[in-house]
C-alpha cells in the first residue's frame, strides 16, 4: 500500500456508480495530472473539485441499482484481473460492459446529459460550467 491509496468509509454503491462512470472519468481525464501515461488521481484536484450532480430519489435508485450491476457482473468472473476485465477484450465479458453502459446512461441522466451530449469534450465542458457555478464564478 502507498500514500496513494484513498479510501470513502461511508461510501454507497450511488458513490461508486457515479465514480464508475464516463461522466467522472471525463473529468478525471480531463483534471488529473500524470506521471509519464499514467494518471495521478489526486482527491486535492480530481475528487474535491468534481461536481456530483443532484439527481431525483428515482435517479439515485437508478445509480444503485446500475452500480450493483457492475459488481454483480464482476463477481461473475472471480479468476480474472481488472486488467483482463477491462482490457483490449472487455467484450468477452458482455454483462460487465452492458452493466457499465446502464450506469453510464444513468449517471448522464441524473446530469441532464443523455441526448444533449455526444462527445466527451462536451461533457467536460458541462462539467467545468458546472464547476465554476459551485465555486461561485
Known amino acids: 500500500c502507498s500514500n496513494k491509496v484513498r479510501l470513502m468509509p461511508d461510501a454507497s454503491l450511488y458513490h461508486f456508480g457515479i465514480l464508475e462512470s464516463n461522466v467522472h472519468m471525463a473529468w478525471m481525464r480531463a483534471v488529473c495530472g ?10 486535492k484536484i480530481v475528487y474535491n473539485n468534481f461536481p456530483w450532480p443532484t439527481p431525483t430519489v428515482e435517479q439515485k435508485a437508478r445509480i444503485e441499482k446500475t452500480a450493483q450491476a457492475i459488481l454483480d ?14 482490457g483490449e477484450h472487455m467484450w468477452l465479458f458482455p454483462e460487465l460492459l452492458t452493466a457499465h453502459q446502464q450506469n453510464d446512461k444513468a449517471v448522464m441522466q441524473a446530469y441532464g446529459f443523455w441526448g ?4 466527451e469534450t462536451e461533457c467536460v465542458a458541462e462539467l467545468m460550467k458546472a464547476y465554476k457555478s459551485l465555486v461561485g464564478e
Not at 463477481?75 to 477491462?86: I, Q, T, W
Open 34 to 43: 500524470r506521471l509519464k501515461s499514467d494518471y495521478d488521481y489526486s482527491i
Open 73 to 86: 457482473a464482476r463477481a461473475k468472473y472471480p479468476d480474472c484481473s481488472f486488467a483482463e476485465l477491462y
Open 116 to 119: 444533449k451530449l455526444n462527445t
